[in-house]
């Protein structure tokens, strides 16, 4: 399964994107996906970007870190195997790389052999 980001970008603070991460491959089935990031300089060597939000494989439950709560909307499309993260009123401490990360099965086999993969990543810059 490969993921593709997009939907990065340059924006002023108070601004608005959306991401998107678009999943392919052979014979797969989806379960949880994730938004991750990483900014520049504040990440430990080795160190798994920080979760920005999550959401099941149905899409009926979500979690968001604290610090995007009320700002930032994660979502997806099964029938297109896509995610996306609506992100409103950007603030400067929002600039990072965008990762997004899904848990996968492939449908041939047991679906308890669960699979991770990581897209390429998505520059997000906020300026003040």
């Known amino acids: 399964v490969q993921l593709v980001e997009s939907g990065g970008g340059l924006v002023q603070a108070g601004g608005s994107l959306r991401l998107s991460c678009a999943a392919s491959?052979?014979?797969?089935?989806?379960?949880?996906m994730g938004w991750y990031r990483q900014a520049p300089g504040k990440q430990a060597p080795g160190k798994q970007p920080?979760?920005?939000?999550?959401?099941?494989?149905?899409?009926?439950?979500?979690n968001y870190a604290d610090s995007v709560k009320g700002r930032f909307t994660i979502s997806r499309d099964n029938a297109k195997n896509t995610m996306y993260l609506q992100m409103n009123s950007l603030k400067p401490e929002d600039t990072a790389v965008y990762y997004c990360?899904?848990?996968?099965?492939?449908?041939?086999?047991?679906?308890?052999?669960?699979?991770?993969?990581w897209g390429q990543g998505t520059q997000v810059t906020v300026s003040s």
């Open positions: 920080d979760l920005v939000a999550s959401i099941t494989s149905g899409g009926g439950s979500t």
């Open positions: 491959g052979s014979n797969f089935v989806i379960n949880a």
């Open positions: 990360y899904a848990q996968y099965y492939n449908s041939d086999y047991d679906q308890s052999l669960t699979f991770g993969t």
